[in-house]
């Protein structure tokens, strides 16, 4: 019996198309792994993240969780060019959603942290201290609240398959939670900035049109990454409600490539440490674009103009 619920829905039954899902997950392997590193190196050995700096700490616990998810994708990938959709081992499935569920949720939740933090520094400017002293503590807490809410995916017994059962209610709830709320945080930070924006008639307007240019991208990079496949997740959940097995099938197979593709979120991260950070975008730069930086920085240059 338990054999039978593990393997329920865990077969790849379009195997080219779950060919081409490994082949995308091994590019985003290949290009995200290095440049998440460097960046890792320059946190580490450059910008001592640990100092009092909480645009730093919360960049770098985000790289960190950009890090731990990409040592997935090897797995998926080889599962998926097996024509499984998850391992039938059920350790490893377990892990494997395990590592998903904790790491993409830390991934997201320091996305909406960076910016809260640039949301006090730019509408309540008085408190931006408070936020900075506790940035260690914030960076914590956001790690072991989502160890927890990650038991139900170590609980369930198939990895694949949703039988209506507690635990499963559990893991819909999180999943969802771990991307609307911070999605709807991210939309209030935006318009507070951009209301703060339209208000300030004198004063450094450069720095709240940077603000503005930052939190809108990262909001664009959460809608680009993840609400397609938290709209494919209702809509699977719904055709399973409905008992439709072909529906379910193609709407299973839509999922699993907006999953696939939600891994971008760690390709353009590094995007976000740049808008964040004018520091690190040069220190970058001059770093590992040494002989090209000049160029970079006239072109970077160039979009600050527009952004004036």
């Not at 900035?193 to 603000?211: E, H, S, Y």
């Not at 975008?281 to 072109?299: E, W």
Request: aromatic residues 12%; charged residues 15%; glycine residues 4%.
């Amino acid at each position: 019996m338990e054999e039978d619920l593990l393997n329920d829905n865990c077969t790849a039954d379009n195997l080219p198309l779950y060919t081409f899902y490994a082949s995308v997950m091994i590019v985003e392997f290949t290009l995200a792994v290095p440049l998440n590193l460097s960046v890792l190196y320059l946190f580490i050995f450059k910008l001592e993240f640990w100092k009092r700096n909480s645009n730093n700490l919360f960049l770098f616990n985000l790289v960190l969780a950009d890090l731990l998810l990409l040592g997935c994708l090897p797995v998926n990938a080889y599962n998926f060019l097996h024509g499984e959709r998850q391992s039938m081992d059920g350790r490893i499935c377990k892990a494997m959603l395990f590592m998903l569920f904790l790491n993409r949720g830390a991934s997201i939740g320091f996305l909406a942290v960076i910016s809260l933090d640039r949301y006090f520094n730019v509408v309540h400017p008085g408190n931006k201290d408070f936020v900075l002293k506790k940035s260690p503590h914030i960076s914590v807490i956001i790690w072991l609240v989502l160890l927890p809410l990650t038991i139900p995916t170590m609980l369930k017994t198939g990895c694949c398959g949703s039988h209506g059962d507690v635990t499963d209610t559990l893991r819909e709830v999180v999943f969802f939670t771990q991307i609307l709320i911070p999605f709807f945080v991210l939309v209030y930070c935006t318009v507070r900035i951009v209301n703060r924006l339209k208000k300030k008639t004198v004063g450094d307007r450069t720095k709240l049109r940077r603000a503005v240019f930052l939190v809108t991208s990262v909001m664009l990079v959460f809608s680009f990454c993840f609400l397609p496949c938290t709209i494919a997740r209702i809509v699977l959940l719904i055709v399973r409600a409905m008992d439709l097995q072909n529906a379910e099938n193609i709407a299973i197979q839509v999922y699993d490539g907006f999953i696939v593709f939600s891994h971008m979120d760690c390709l353009v991260d590094p995007i976000v440490y740049c808008l964040s950070s004018t520091k690190f975008k040069n220190l970058y730069l001059t770093t590992y674009c040494p002989y090209h930086h000049d160029a970079v920085t006239n072109c970077l240059g160039q979009i600050n103009i527009l952004l004036k």
